[in-house]
């Protein structure tokens, strides 16, 4: 047997390998997969969040922006609280960004308002003067895309089993349904808004992507992540 | 030569360094090609016979015993105790740093005088507030507060004129005065009692201001401005309210900031937004 193993360099690397990660299957695994659990009281992400988070990733705001505070307290006192593993549970896929061009958005709707994102994205300069960061302003003019939202928030739930339709728990229920709530979530968004472009959009019945945007950042905040 | 300036420490360090191990090399290889060349085996024998070969009878010396067993019961605690209790986690560092820093922050700026604090609170104005409320603090046209004028003798008067609201608290305030000779007089009080200003335009107006106040505007904020839980911000310490409770109203939102800074950055703040003129 082992004359043999010694002879098929690719069997005897997978007999080594078999014995030699046990250690760390036993040590590793358990660890992580402890950590992975969502935090108590995390919640999915609403319809209109959801839109907003494939606005997030369709743009490529994690190119410039990380969603990771670390444990250091030049971080958490220009960011506020550190990031925990299980408060990415249910990002799929997960946008931590590994370059900060930009700040990091993870605490992001702890300090920022609907307002200003809304000035910012429109045009950054005119509340962060000498800011890089270019305008969005098609954001404004395009409008989200519903059924792919529910798609994804629907697999979320079917697939991946996250928490949707809980008592006191974030909604989604069927298609009609979640298009009702999604307009409602807008709604509330567009309230606060000053564009009036957007505001007659959705008077139209028509989310723009800005709207969306705002309520995913919005919920880069303490109240997703708290048991309320 | 530049690079050997004995004046330097560190070089004359360096030197003396290469000497003693030069110094030490040679007389320890020497000593051992020596026990080399002349040392014979001697030794009472064990008396065995493997092959030609016997062995010394070499006891395991006392040191050497000690420590093999002082290490096995280090060992012990080490596996069961010491690593256990003292494990590195990042947090606890986290934990650690901020304790430490938090406490020597205090201690540095318990007692800061006015204008460290009003500097103080620029600082961390630029960073935290900056973003909305601008770097000159005008509130950039219109977006945010205008803090230059906020909090002063005339936005408190129009306050008390035409009502506040947004801070979260059980109603708005409504307005309150319909003469603005009752707004400027209750305004007169409070900034000479209560604002950390301290001051009026118009002292002569403070007693009947005080009547004012009493009357109309005590019920909510107390009769010593400090507020009343629910009802109505103290106005001693507006500034600390703002960042407390947020504010939302027709300009727009203000998140509240509550446990973002410390009682002293809270204070800076406070400082630096009334010295705003």
Redesign the interface.
Known sequence: MFSWLEKNPFFFTVAFLVPFSIAGLVEIVPEFAQASRPTEGLKPYSMLETAGRQVYIKDSCNACHSQLVR???SE?D?Y?M?SLSGEYAYDRPFLWGSKRTGPDLHRVG???????HE?HMWDPE????GSIMPAYKHMFSNSVDIDTAYAEAYTQKVVFGMPYDTPNGVALGSYEEAKALIYDEAKAIVA?MKNQDVKDALARGEIKEIVALIAYLNSLSNERRVAQ | MEWLNLDDSVNALSLLGLVAIVVLTVAIVGKYIKQIKDEKAEGELAGYDWDGIDEFKNDLPVGWAAMYTILIVWGLWYWFVGYPLNAYSQIGEWNEEVKEYQAKYESKWANADKQTLIDMGQSIFLVQCAPCHGETAEGMGGKAANLITWGKEDHIEKVVAQGAQGMGFMSPMPPMMTDSDGAKKAAAYIMANFSPRGETKYPNLVSEGKAVYENVCAACHGIDGNGVEMVGPSLVDLTGEVLKYGKKDSIGYMPPFKDRFTDVQEKALGEYIYSLR
Not at chain 1, 110 to 116: A, F, G, K, L, S
Not at chain 1, 126 to 129: D, E, H, T, W, Y
């Open positions: 444990p250091f307290k958490t220009r506020g550190y702890d300090y920022r308002t609907t307002d200003w000035n005119s509340v962060v003067p606060d």
